[in-house]
């Protein structure tokens, strides 16, 4: 228990520094405005697509973490864990970049 609540933390987390790095190219894009006003235009444009698809992405998460009757029996070793993690975490990761390319 006390380890998938940790994988848990560890996910939310990673998600919480993407959507810190989210903010910090937002900001980006604020300071890279220029002056031309159609420059400006399209710069604020992409930051409301990026910040809808943002929401979006925000909704749609969401952790379940059930395990089967039979499996709570099954000792694992720290390895096993950090693999399962570090898989988790890449599934993670490509469903965000699958999602730019379905949005």
Not at 29 to 52: C, H, M, P, V, Y
Not at 69 to 87: A, F, H, M, P, Q
């Amino acid at each position: 228990q006390e380890q998938r609540l940790s994988i848990s933390r560890d996910l939310h987390d990673n998600i919480g520094s993407q959507l810190t790095f989210v903010i910090s190219s937002i900001e980006n894009l604020k300071f890279g405005i220029g002056n031309s006003n159609q420059k400006a235009e399209t710069k604020r444009f992409q930051i409301l697509n990026f910040l809808d698809n943002a929401r979006i992405a925000q909704e749609t998460i969401d952790f379940d973490f059930n395990i089967d009757e039979g499996l709570k029996e099954v000792k694992l070793t720290s390895l096993v864990w950090v693999n399962i993690y570090r898989t988790t975490q890449e599934a993670v990761n490509m469903r965000s970049k699958q999602r730019k390319w379905l949005v």
